[in-house]
């Protein structure tokens, strides 16, 4: 039952609906709450797989629009709630806190902090040429030019990053390559959305609660907290002022000691879905809670030397029914137009009609992605 709960509670079990548009995926943002995004584009950069997952073939474009479009259609922003994350405009007023405690240099890396003190001179001069010259980039700064690739972070990229974490400036556009676009805002998000009132601490981290409550449908405190990377000292508090409201029921759940359901969470008797989830997907980002959900080890080994990788490079879990049953890695090989399918492990239970299920599910991915068929694998 606490996996039927945690799956509809993620929106998978519902019909698809036929032609997927900007309604759709804002319903679906306010269940999920945030996209993950990763710089990983070996298939389709990560924020764009939930969707599919949940509601099938839809057009990128129209979440782009949402994200980085012109302001009167832009639904979302960019901050750092579970990791860089894209979110609904209604969260911004809750996670203003953690701006705060970056402005003071207590969040966000150790190099990032000192333009919270000693430099912070540094990062206001450059937040004053964006507000005079308009949205930049980290390379359109003359001090960063030389520098290239994802981690290689020069001073200026610093202290942008620290002025995006304080929340002096958020993301403008994303550029070819997927380099962020700064800018203030003042510019990009809603007049109405900065005049809400920011909220006290408490009322923020109970209410960032609630909503991860929310779209876990069950979860123990630890995945409460996960959701959006609360200290066990914001949470606890937190959790134990809904339980007292009767928003969080106690439930005792196989393999963990405690745990905690939504009050509003659906115990359908069934579900039926078919996915391939993204490594990054909020089903199971949070590695130990799918584990006990679905008795599966999930690992994601980009990091790992190719000769230790025990799956693959980008493996996504398949889900069928109510269950994981597969790991399927794989690339989009844009030159030859074909969505190769590196290996295929299979569950030992995985049921008899898992292959033709996959099948499917490759083969709309492949269009989905513009490319002309699936070279496949079968393990």
């Known amino acids: 039952m606490a996996r039927r709960i945690a799956l509809a509670a993620q929106g998978f079990g519902a019909s698809q609906p036929v ?87 207590e969040a966000g890396w150790a190099g990032m902090r000192r333009y919270a003190g000693e430099a912070r001179a540094e990062a206001m001069a450059m937040l004053e040429r964006i507000r005079s010259d308009g949205p930049m980039a980290a390379s359109d700064f003359e001090s960063h ?89 914001q949470a606890r508090p937190a959790i134990e002022t809904l339980a007292e409201d009767g928003i969080l029921i106690p439930v005792a759940v196989e393999g963990a000691r405690h745990a905690w359901l939504h009050r509003d969470a659906r115990r359908p008797r069934r579900i039926d879905a078919r996915a391939l989830l993204a490594p990054f997907d909020p089903l199971i980002w949070e590695r130990d809670r799918t584990e006990r959900l679905f008795g599966f080890r999930y690992r994601i080994e980009i990091y790992v030397p190719a000769e230790k990788r025990v799956h693959g490079y980008y493996v996504l879990p398949f889900l069928l029914g109510d269950r994981l049953v597969a790991r399927v890695d794989l690339k989009a090989d844009r030159a030859a137009s074909l969505l190769h399918v590196r290996w295929v492990n299979w569950e030992p239970e995985a049921p008899a009609h898992s292959g033709d299920a996959l099948a499917v599910e490759l083969k709309a991915m492949a269009d989905w992605l513009g490319l002309s068929g699936v070279r496949g694998s079968e393990s």
């Open 19 to 105: 032609a997927p548009n900007a309604g759709h995926l804002r319903r679906m943002m306010d269940r999920l709450q945030l996209h993950q995004i990763d710089s990983v584009n070996v298939l389709t950069r990560a924020h764009y797989l939930p969707a599919l997952s949940r509601l099938g073939p839809y057009d990128r474009a129209v979440l782009d629009r949402l994200a980085w479009g012109p302001k009167r259609e832009r639904r979302f922003f960019e901050y750092w709630a579970h990791e860089a994350s894209l979110l609904p405009f209604d969260i911004h007023p809750l996670l203003r806190w953690r701006m705060a405690h970056a402005d003071r240099g």
């Open 145 to 233: 030019k030389g520098q290239s690739g994802w981690w290689e972070w020069s001073d200026t990229k610093r202290a942008l990053e620290w002025l995006f974490w304080a929340g002096h400036i958020t993301t403008s556009t994303r550029r070819r390559g997927f380099e962020r676009v700064y800018d203030l805002p003042e510019r990009v998000i809603p007049a109405a959305v900065l005049a809400i009132p920011t909220p006290d601490e408490a009322d923020a981290h109970r209410a960032l609660i609630e909503r991860a409550a929310r779209a876990h449908g069950i979860a123990t405190e630890k995945e409460l907290r996960d959701y959006f990377r609360q200290s066990p000292g």
